[in-house]
């Protein structure tokens, strides 16, 4: 059987975010599901209640019980996708991370929202000076982005991360996709404390992929990102 493949998108997105990678995945024969989180659907009424824990059991319940999977995570995706490898890592043949980093116990993705409810999209110079590369999307990609971008809940932008003491969750077999920044630097942010965001890195026996382009490219580069997933998953599949 193919290998299930969840695709988890970061902050304001939903599963459509993952249409092009999800079409070339499966034209190759992969079982794929993208996610709209707990939080990201605009026609709930409560989304903004939302909590990591909550899109955690979310990306849990979306694998067979019978199944294992390969988990892909962007950007703001890593924190509810790790906490999930936490959580149950006998589900998890591989887990992939797109221009963000498995982070560690504590961190807040966003910790300057105070007393805001909701977190919404910046605008692209906010999120350029931010460090969020907006390199290689078109006009018609920003415009649907922005379209379609839904407010991230700042009871999962504000929150913090909570993990278990278990080590168990640091082997699953795990790759980093760098896009913003370069896999060496990535490397050296993971030890040298200035970068808290990367300093789980260090912790495991992670493949770091060099993915030159923005923070966005399963819009700006999908068949090489897709390329780089389908290769996880069939090295994931063998072992």
């Known amino acids: 059987m193919a290998t299930p493949i969840l695709l988890v998108p970061g902050f304001w997105l939903g599963a459509w975010a993952w249409d092009e990678v999800a079409e070339d995945l499966r034209g190759r024969g992969f079982d794929v599901r993208a996610l709209t989180l707990p939080g990201l659907d605009p ?17 849990l319940a979306a694998i067979d019980p019978a199944d294992s999977a390969v988990l892909v995570s962007h950007s703001g995706g890593a924190a509810p996708g790790y906490l999930a490898t936490d959580v149950a890592p006998e589900r998890f043949q591989h887990a992939v991370y797109v221009d963000c980093a498995p982070v560690p116990d504590g961190f807040v993705l966003n910790d300057s929202l105070g007393a805001a409810r909701e977190f919404p999209l910046p605008s692209w110079e906010q999120l350029a000076e931010e460090g969020d590369s907006l390199v290689g999307l078109n006009p018609e990609q920003l415009a649907r982005f922005r379209e379609r971008a839904v407010s991230e809940p700042a009871s999962i932008a504000g929150a913090p991360l909570r993990l278990s003491d278990s080590p168990a969750r640091l082997a699953v077999p795990t790759t980093v996709v760098c896009t913003s920044i370069t896999a060496e630097l990535v ?10 965001v990367f300093s789980e890195i260090a912790r495991f026996d992670a493949t770091l992929i060099d993915l030159p382009t ?15 997933i389908a290769t996880a998953a069939s090295e994931s599949a063998k072992n």
């Open 214 to 228: 923005g923070h966005w490219p399963m819009w700006s580069k999908p068949m090489e990102l897709a390329q780089i």
């Open 187 to 196: 490397r050296q942010l993971s030890t040298s404390g200035e970068a808290p």
């Open 43 to 59: 026609d709930d009424d409560d989304r903004l209640a939302a909590t990591i824990e909550e899109q955690a059991g979310a990306i």
